[in-house]
């Protein structure tokens, strides 16, 4: 009778097993294909780090802002007065604190995710600007001239 005891805990057990590894590969399957939808749609193409870029197409300035030496790349980003900005947060490669991107003094503050990776405002004022991570971990600044 004890070792009928002991191979249903056995099989129990392989079976609990079995069924967290399937919730696993589930949520991670999920989570592949809907943050891939999201990125492929929305990253600027080039957005490997040290190679993320600026695009300024009239009066769109798009900016796909990813991570380089432990830091936002890019972490200067230049743009006329009146322009319109959309920054895509390469989700890719920010990670922690640097997904909390904030610019104080122009009241912007965002948390990017896989399924909502941009920000986007209009250069309204001029002048220099500090971008942060919440933390202040991850910095640059932000020129509107």
């Known amino acids: ?14 079976s609990l ?8 590969l589930i ?13 492929d749609t929305e990253l600027v193409k080039g957005g490997s780090a040290g190679l993320n870029r600026v695009i300024e197409d009239g009066n769109m300035v ?12 890019p972490n200067t980003i230049k743009v006329k007065l009146g322009q319109k900005v959309k920054i895509i947060g390469n989700v890719n490669q920010l990670q922690g604190c640097l997904k909390a991107f904030l610019i104080p003094d122009l009241g912007i ?7 909502d990776n941009t920000v986007e405002f209009t250069a ?9 991570c ?12």
């Open 27 to 39: 949520v991670a399957f999920i989570n592949i294909f809907t943050g891939a939808a999201a990125n």
């Open 1 to 14: 009778m004890g070792d009928e005891i002991n191979i249903n805990k056995k099989t129990l057990y392989k």
């Open 109 to 115: 503050s965002k948390l990017f995710r896989s399924n």
């Open 134 to 145: 919440s933390m202040g971990m991850g910095s640059g600044l932000l020129i509107v001239e």
């Open 17 to 24: 097993v079995f069924i967290a590894v399937l919730i696993f």
């Open 62 to 73: 798009t900016v796909n802002l990813g991570v380089a030496n432990y830091n936002y790349d």
């Open 124 to 132: 309204d004022q001029k002048g220099k600007f500090k971008f942060s």
